[in-house]
């Protein structure tokens, strides 16, 4: 039976006053002028005191993702701190890296001790064992030794970026 219509997501095709007033705050002082970074209590004074660590993340978020996208910046947050714009894309690239890595390894593990002593269907067996292959590879390709393989190729090539069947192929033996 299909959901009511009352209770479906539906997007909102514009942001919210706070989002817009975060929105104009940050690129008022990281496009406009030439500050590098934001303090959460700043951010938290341009909306009236609603906190963005915790009930405003949304909108803060929100904000951020829109003034990335408008003016092709990259902004970082600085954990208990602020926000910042960062310059370095390649650091940014790095953490992800770092993030996929570990978060491919806890989940793994996570998944294999559930399992113990756990009788599942065969359906569901083939499916853990796809979602597992996919974490080891993904865990993989995180490390610092599949990482100097790549960059290798890419200098060799010329690249930017390698095609994924090429990237896949260095990995086949």
Do not use: C, W
């Not at 990281?30 to 909108?59: C, H, M, N, P, W």
């Not at 100097?148 to 010329?158: F, H, I």
């Amino acid at each position: 039976m299909p959901t009511p219509v009352s209770t479906q997501r539906r997007t909102i095709g514009e942001m919210s006053a706070d989002a817009r007033i975060l929105y104009d705050f940050i690129t008022k002082h990281f496009v406009k002028g030439d500050s590098q970074f934001i303090s959460y209590a700043d951010l938290v004074a341009a909306i009236g005191g609603r906190d963005v660590q915790a009930e405003a993340r949304g909108l803060l978020n929100t904000a951020r993702r829109n003034v990335e996208r408008d003016f092709n910046l990259l902004i970082e947050t600085v954990s208990g701190e602020g926000i910042k714009k960062s310059d370095s894309v390649a650091g940014a690239v790095d953490q992800a890296i770092k993030h996929v890595g570990r978060t491919s390894r806890r989940t793994a593990r996570r998944v294999v001790n559930a399992m113990v002593n756990r009788e599942i269907d065969n359906a569901e067996r083939v499916q853990v064992g796809v979602g597992l292959s996919l974490l080891g590879a993904m865990d993989q390709f995180s490390k610092p030794k599949s990482r100097k393989l790549l960059e290798t190729r890419v200098k060799e090539n010329e690249a930017k970026e390698l095609p994924t069947a090429e990237t896949l192929r260095l990995f086949a033996g």
